[in-house]
């Protein structure tokens, strides 16, 4: 045989190996597997358990910040004294927490570029609630969009509003869907722009939307979740494209477009998938997730408001 021959034969055989190996990988990324760590985060001096735990987001300093409902279902009626944000190092130690009597019912959660702490109260109650508030890391109130205590539709009120998440330039996209079906815009100095939807379930209109998160081209995701479908749009809403079959409750997505989506309610876990096209790439059997982040090892944390608890998962 030919040194050209054997040549070729060698070439084919590695691209052969090369491919099976592509193909292995593949499959293998089809069936990622994490582990539960027990008892990660350690609880403030005092408390002995969790309470309804919705909001989860990671720093750009690899910590994790909790946003929960006073180790409780609210932060009224006595518990008033509980802070209702806390702040993890990566080893699962408490290194900070504020936000007590703020708060009639923590839900939406998010953490911009400079680390800015944004949250969406969607209850009202006693001049407090229906808000979306903006806090500086310590705590520091520095914007409020709605009138708190108030519940509407208006330019400057909600109505149980859900998400919150900052684009890159700086403009504001709250969900207001406890109580409105809508997705309002503002500036980032807190000026209205627009707002889309209404209820129903064509392209544009919601029922129940829950959460909201940024691809990296800038298309914005919203959880239109009793449509059980997820919608993704432009920053002018714009409709672009859906994903169906999936109740998204809380959505995070990568840098490298991975969407992890908590679903507790039809899907019963975390379903693991590729931004561009919504095919699946994995799932966490975690049955009751409403809040959900990753952080840069690749280990998933989720927030559970019906079985109270926080945990993290390991990628294996």
């Not at 539709?153 to 900052?166: C, R, S």
Request: aromatic fraction near 10%; glycine fraction near 12%.
């Amino acid at each position: 045989m030919s040194h050209v021959a054997r040549k070729g034969m060698t070439l084919v055989a590695v691209v052969v190996a090369t491919i099976t190996l592509v193909s292995a990988q593949t499959l293998r990324g089809q069936e990622w597997d994490y582990r539960l760590v027990e008892g990660w985060a350690q609880l403030p001096d005092g408390v002995e358990a969790w309470g309804q735990t919705i909001g989860v987001e990671i720093d750009r300093d690899g910590n994790l910040w909790v946003f929960h409902r006073c180790f409780s279902t609210s932060c009224n009626s006595g518990r008033e004294h509980v802070t209702p944000v806390l702040k993890f190092d990566p080893s699962g130690r408490l290194l900070d927490s504020w936000g007590a009597g703020t708060f009639i019912w923590p839900h939406g959660f998010f953490l911009d570029e400079d680390g800015n702490v944004w949250v969406t109260d969607a209850r009202g109650e006693d001049g407090k609630g229906h808000v979306v508030m903006k806090f500086t890391p310590d705590g520091k109130l520095l914007m409020t969009l709605g009138t708190a205590g108030v519940a509407g539709a208006g330019e400057n009120t909600f109505d149980g509003p859900a998400d919150v998440a900052v684009a890159p330039n700086g403009d504001i996209f709250v969900v207001d869907g406890h109580g409105n079906n809508r997705v309002v815009k503002f500036s980032k100095d807190g000026d209205f722009i627009m707002e889309w939807g209404g209820a129903g379930t064509g392209p544009g209109q919601f029922n129940e939307p829950h959460s909201l998160a940024f691809d990296s081209r800038g298309r914005l995701f919203v959880g239109d979740r009793v449509n059980e479908r997820i919608q993704v749009f432009d920053q002018n809403g714009r409709y672009l494209a859906e994903w169906p079959g999936i109740m998204a409750s809380g959505m995070y997505i990568t840098d490298d477009d991975v969407l992890y989506v908590a679903d507790y309610q039809l899907r019963e876990g975390i379903v693991i998938a590729n931004a561009s096209d919504f095919t699946e790439i994995g799932f966490i059997d975690e049955p009751m997730p409403e809040g959900v982040t990753v952080d840069r090892m690749g280990n998933v944390y989720a927030g559970e408001v019906l079985q109270r608890s926080l945990k993290k998962f390991v990628r294996d």
